[in-house]
C-alpha cells in the first residue's frame, strides 16, 4: 500500500489564520472526495501533554530560563507518542494528515532563544535528526507557511482576543519575545525552503479564501 502525506500549516506568528486556513483544507479535502486525517499540536487535555501545558503556563518558568534543548523535548514527547500510539496507522493506510503544528513549531519558537544564525542552524539541524530520525516520527511532505508583516498581525492578534476574550499563553505575554519568534520564523523558513504564502497586500491583509485557494494550488501541486 503506498504511504500517504504529511501537511504541515505553520506561521511566522500567532495570529495568522493558521488555524482558520488548516480547518479549510480538511474541507477542500473532504468535498474533493479524498480521506483526511488532522491533528492539532499540542494535544491538549492528553497525557503526553501534560509537560507541555505545564510549561505554556509558566509553571516551569520562563522561556529565556529554560534551554531550547529541554522545551523541545517536552513537545518532542507529545508528537512521538501521538505519532506511535495514532498517526503512524493512519500515514501507513496512505491517508493524508493535516497538521496544526508539528516539529516546526519547536524549531521556530525555540531558535528564538538561540543567538547567532550558526547556533540556529546547529539547534534546527539537532532537533530534526533527533525527532524524525532517532525517534522516528515522520517528516513532513510539505510545509506550508503563512507570513505578513510582524506589527500587522501583532495588531490584528490583540484586538481579535480582546474581542472574545481569550487569555494569552508564556509565549504571547512577552512581545520582545514574540518579535524574535518572528524573525527566527522567517529564517528558518528560508532555510528549510518551506512553501510560504504571503497573506497581506500592503497594510492589510489578504481576503481568507483567496489565501485558502494559494495554500491549495501549492499543496496539490506538491502531490
Not at 522545551?71 to 501521538?82: F, M, P, S, W
Amino acid at each position: 500500500m503506498e504511504k500517504g502525506k504529511i501537511i504541515v500549516i505553520e506561521g511566522a506568528c500567532d495570529g495568522m489564520g493558521k488555524t482558520t486556513q488548516y480547518k479549510m483544507l480538511i474541507d477542500h479535502f473532504r468535498n474533493d472526495g479524498q480521506e483526511i486525517a488532522y491533528h492539532h499540536f499540542p494535544s491538549y487535555g492528553t497525557y503526553q501533554a501534560i509537560a507541555v501545558e505545564k510549561y505554556l503556563s509558566g509553571e516551569l518558568g520562563q522561556p529565556d530560563e529554560l534551554s531550547p534543548y529541554f522545551v523541545t523535548n517536552l513537545y518532542a514527547t507529545d508528537r512521538g507518542i501521538t505519532w506511535f500510539s495514532n498517526l503512524k496507522q493512519l500515514y501507513e493506510q496512505g491517508k493524508i494528515i493535516l497538521l496544526d503544528r508539528y516539529t516546526t513549531s519547536s524549531l521556530i519558537y525555540q531558535s528564538a532563544l538561540i543567538e547567532g544564525i550558526e547556533q540556529k542552524k546547529k539547534f534546527v539541524d539537532y532537533v530534526i535528526d533527533f525527532e524524525y530520525r532517532k525517534i522516528g516520527i515522520k517528516e513532513p511532505d510539505n510545509v506550508i507557511f503563512l507570513h505578513a508583516p510582524f506589527d500587522l498581525v501583532t495588531e490584528m492578534r490583540n484586538a481579535r482576543k480582546q474581542n472574545e476574550g481569550i487569555t494569552n499563553d508564556i509565549h504571547e505575554n512577552n512581545l520582545n519575545f514574540m518579535k524574535k519568534v518572528y524573525e527566527s520564523a522567517m529564517f528558518i523558513a528560508d532555510y528549510l525552503s518551506w512553501d510560504k504564502v504571503q497573506c497581506n497586500i500592503g497594510n492589510k491583509m489578504r481576503e481568507i479564501d483567496d489565501i485558502h485557494e494559494e495554500i491549495y494550488s501549492l499543496v496539490k501541486r506538491n502531490k
